[in-house]
């Protein structure tokens, strides 16, 4: 199974730049890297997908080395509104089933 | 809103009792995934659809919890003589088949069982 590691919480303060850290240690060749957000009583939310380098949108960008080993969310300039549950779920091939861990909980403090 | 959308949004039951759940997934979208979420927890996968077809079934699903999507459209997860450890939150998604890790979540169904 594709399980990912990351840690359960991070603080920060408004108009900070917030990078989360994913371990993606069994991925698959082709498997995709995804984070998706939550807001209490809410379904996820697709942020953004890549598969290496740099993705960037609207939202977030996303960096992935190389060997794929892992990936960094980054979200520019937080503000109150970001405080929410971040997801990095593996993923299980051609099903498209995401499996997902605990995710990071980001307090965006004033 | 031309979203996922899932109804009821919130249902309280008792124990022994059946519910059904519905989701309306974006209409373009050929597959479609329900999942369970518990207090603190990451969503857990239950069952995935592709059109009209069920291609996957969680091995955690027991044989109390069955799923539709008659002729590809929306679909309906049943839950048979609830058991207050069903208490969760129903989630389904939609994506469509190239961009499978992509998906769309519904605000969901919150069960209760008392």
């Known amino acids: 199974l594709a399980k990912t590691t990351q840690p359960i919480s991070m603080d920060s303060y408004e108009g900070q730049e917030v990078n989360i850290t994913c371990s993606h240690n069994?991925?698959?060749?082709?498997?995709?890297i995804t984070w998706y957000q939550q807001f209490p009583s809410q379904g996820p939310r697709f942020i953004i997908q890549?598969?290496?380098t740099k993705v960037t949108n609207e939202v977030a960008s996303l960096f992935i080395p190389a060997d794929r080993k892992s990936s960094t969310l980054s979200l520019p300039r937080v503000s109150l509104s970001d405080t929410a549950v971040y997801y990095c779920?593996?993923?299980?091939?051609?099903?498209?089933?995401?499996?997902f861990g605990q995710g990071t909980t980001l307090q965006v403090k004033p | 809103d031309t979203g996922v959308s899932q109804d009821p949004r919130h249902k309280i039951t008792k124990r022994g009792q059946n519910v059904t759940f519905r989701c309306d997934p974006i209409?373009?979208?050929?597959?479609l995934y329900w999942y369970r979420q518990t207090l603190g927890q990451g969503p857990e996968f239950l069952t995935y659809?592709?059109?009209?077809?069920?291609?996957?079934k969680s091995r955690l699903l027991s044989d109390r919890f069955s799923a539709e999507r008659p002729k590809g459209s929306f679909s309906t997860l049943e839950i048979q003589r609830t058991e207050q450890g069903d208490s969760a939150m129903y989630l389904c998604a939609s994506s469509l088949r190239g961009s499978s890790y992509e998906q769309y979540f519904g605000p969901g169904t919150r069960l209760t069982v008392t």
């Open positions: 779920p593996g993923g299980s091939g051609n099903t498209g089933k995401l499996i």
């Open positions: 069994n991925i698959a060749t082709n498997d995709y």
């Open positions: 890549g598969y290496k």
């Open positions: 659809f592709q059109n009209e077809a069920q291609l996957e």
């Open positions: 209409s373009e979208h050929n597959r």
